[in-house]
């Protein structure tokens, strides 16, 4: 998002990013609620303070890092640009705390999914092992036609993985006009909270929904990254903008793992929702290089 930081800055932003933890989102009459509440107010202040330098000595440098926070400058210097100084900061802030841990917590899930179910690793094991054996050098990483054009199977486990994890509890919309629903009025202007799982997991759009099923997805088209059956990234205009890159760091991430490596799960994770999904226990894994074929 923001190259050229020093080292010691860098990791004080990511630090404040850390203190953004879901523990604030508890009992009103806790002491230790109000504790975290102050934490993560001060952590906010001191991350909007880094973000807002970094921005300022970028306005003022004519050398281009080619990061994030380039193009939104670019974006905020054209004619009727929705992008301002405070809006910049805001989804700098925004993106940082989001996406700090919901890829992490999809790969573990995922890896816990897979590890119950022997049937979808071999399959697994087959259609990565043969991208491998395609190539004429064994040795180079994923390629993007490799990634769009022989994973089928793949993106049917994250899109189940996905579908199970519902890392997106709370997918907030604002009604533009009066909006009908079964007999009742939505105003315009109201606040509307969509909880994606209630469309995940209702057994009329899904055969056994809390079942790790990835051949539930078999000939279904799985390019677009959402509908209104599917909701892991929102939806419409507002959709994740990670939507594609979580994606692609998950077929990564299942390339080299089962290309790679034997695993046996020692300890599952377990997950919570208050209302944010978290691990309770973390997952536990014996791990080692596979044997030369």
Not at 57 to 83: A, H, V, Y
């Amino acid at each position: 998002m923001i190259s050229n930081l020093k080292p010691e800055t860098q990791e004080k932003l990511i630090d404040h990013f850390k203190t953004f933890n879901i523990e604030w989102f508890q009992s009103p009459f806790a002491l230790s609620t109000w504790k975290t509440v102050y934490k993560v107010l001060r952590a906010r202040k001191e991350a909007v303070k880094i973000i807002n330098e970094a921005l300022e000595k970028r306005k003022d440098s004519i050398e281009k890092q080619g990061d994030f926070l380039d193009t939104l400058l670019e974006e905020m210097k054209k004619e009727g640009s929705i992008f301002y100084k405070e809006s910049i900061v805001s989804l700098l802030l925004n993106i940082g705390f989001v996406s700090r841990d919901s890829t992490s917590y999809a790969t573990a899930l995922t890896v816990n999914f897979i590890s119950k179910n022997p049937r979808v690793l071999t399959e697994l094991k087959r259609e990565h092992e043969a991208i491998v054996q395609k190539r004429d050098d064994k040795e180079p990483g994923l390629s993007w036609e490799e990634y769009k054009n022989c994973m089928p199977f793949t993106r049917m486990v994250i899109y189940e993985s996905l579908r199970l994890a519902n890392l997106g509890t709370i997918i907030f919309r604002k009604a533009v006009k009066d909006v009908e629903v079964k007999g009742y009025t939505i105003p315009a202007g109201w606040i509307v909270a969509v909880a994606p799982s209630v469309v995940h997991y209702n057994s009329e759009i899904y055969e056994n929904p809390l079942e790790f099923n990835p051949w539930r997805w078999e000939g279904k088209d799985l390019q677009s990254p959402g509908s209104k059956t599917l909701m892991v990234f929102g939806g419409g205009a507002r959709q994740c903008i990670g939507s594609d890159l979580a994606r692609l760091h998950l077929a990564v991430f299942i390339h080299h793992f089962v290309t790679t490596y034997d695993f046996s799960v020692v300890q599952e994770c377990e997950i919570c929702r208050v209302p944010f999904p978290f691990f309770t226990k973390d997952l536990v894994i014996n791990i080692s290089p596979k044997s030369p074929s």
